[in-house]
């Protein structure tokens, strides 16, 4: 197949790229010099080099040193007693900008589709069953940090089922009006969420 | 003035109406047949008649029978101890329909301005304060309901202040992830709002 | 039926306006003092009163004195050789504002839907037949101003159709390139009309 | 530096990718296998391979066989007659699948910002030239194929300038209104020319 066609197919599996924007990649690529594309080349091909997947979070982390723990999975000063769980690395990174949250986390890899025969199939369950049952001692509390659409809260209620038993306190994060929320447009779930959590 | 240019800046006035949209509703009347127009005439000339503003919660109401006080602040079914402070009749609307809320209401009229020096002048403060002084031994709490904005903010911490007195307590909406929120996306205040009213 | 709720419903049948921007117009105007409602409800009610349809153009024109002809029908300094026909008034005001057409004007009052079975239910067709016939020693161009959507080029066709048979040059606004096209997503038409007429 | 910033760096080079789209495409290609990751780093690293630049046309094109001209530069049923001017090779590609034109190309590489000093860092000036003069008994009109916007309209007129000299008609694309104009909204440029060219 022709160079063009197929790189630009390749970039169209890229999150959010069309058929378009995979071509104006492609033309952009040729236009730059041969430094930028082997830069580029290379740095996808080894950006699994000093990558790792921590084996306990499972948030991908860079190391040149080696080690299987991420920087916050091994951070003596991060709380054990509380485990964070997110669907994916960037939630994970956004929540560690705002600097507010010092316990520990782990990455599900994926939310569950509603009405999904194969929920197990989404998300890492194995990983994360064999993580509880070996912090148990020292997890006081798992917090569920899931998005508020219908994939996340089918989510929510698939884990609450699988965790049930480890009788380990287990919340959600608070529902409420959010930065932006107008009370004229509101909806009754944050409107509802909202009036119990007055304070 | 030219009729078409008079009704047109009438319209201009209007929220959200620009100078080619007022055109075009003028252009719309003057297609319009006469019975229409004159109808849209008398609304607009009588649409005060039989609207009358509740002398209690400032909610504007329809009446044929007159009375002083809304269906809402007449209701002996609705609970006396709360008492939500809104900002307009549009909020109020939005939270009666999604029918959760069985307490009584006060409508400020406007918010205040973020640095106004003249904050009273935005909102029925007089009234506000002459409502609780004669209800203050039924209302148990006041809940201050305001869109998540700085003008919104704004004004709940004006009315803390003048109501600090009353020995009432006061409560505001809980804040935390609402419908759509995407964790990956989400401000610091709400992501802070949400954790700390986990459950 | 309750005078908000009336109002609001005669609100929704405005050109673009919902049922939440309607309600929003009614609770603006119960907020208003009634010196604006009392001349919003004037203005609407005597909105024909000095308007007339121009007997020859069809477009509407505000008159102190009486007559039937716009100014711009009467005006002896427009060119009576040329005739555009618009769709509605607002093309017209737009293009005059432009100041750079100085023939005469007929405005159809609206377009025809495309497969419609009844095309003069939505012109005047009646009316522009009769001011072509009477005007048919001067007419020399008749120039078809419509916009570029199926229902326009459905107008366009079943105008060249009736004019057919006057023998008076038929012309329809030029295709091509209009400002802000890129060539990269210009489509197929735009770009053959643009080729053709290139100069 | 870190392997995931660096190739996040890099990605925010793209056309129109901003930084949180960059981590996205890093975080897909963590996750996807290294067969993925081995093939797209191969097709950047290649990229340039089998493309060549069109020695005439400066097209770029894929070949095994090699060669130094693409393949409409090379057809001999293209009309040499016509060379038309294009910025970019996706103006080109749009223009060719829409199969109405059946002359030659010239690929500038880019536009002249507006009161830009040194226009010819911005297109491939002297290249043109060249051709031109080269090809100067054939070509008996030049198509100069620019987008309407200022940078545009900018490099027409330099164009213009420095082709005059040749002796050879120099056409633009014609104006008017495109697909979805709407009389209502039309500026005043595109009805001037819509028109100036009407038929």
Known sequence: MNSIDKLSELFEKFPGVGKRQAKRFVYFLLRKN???T??????IL???KNIRLCEESFQFFYTERGGNLSP???NPNRDDSKLMIVEKDSDL???EKMGVYDG???VLGGSIPVLSKTPNEFIR????LRLIEKKKDKIKEIVLAMS???QGENTLEYLRKILENFNIKISILGRGLSTGTELEYSDKDTFMSAFENRR
């Open 72 to 74: 916050i999975a091994s």
């Open 34 to 36: 041969s430094g930028y």
């Open 46 to 48: 080894n950006i699994k």
């Open 38 to 43: 082997k830069d580029l080349s290379d740095a």
């Open 125 to 128: 369950e194995t990983e994360l």
């Open 93 to 95: 990174e956004n929540i």
């Open 104 to 106: 520990k986390y782990f």
């Open 148 to 150: 508020v659409n219908p």
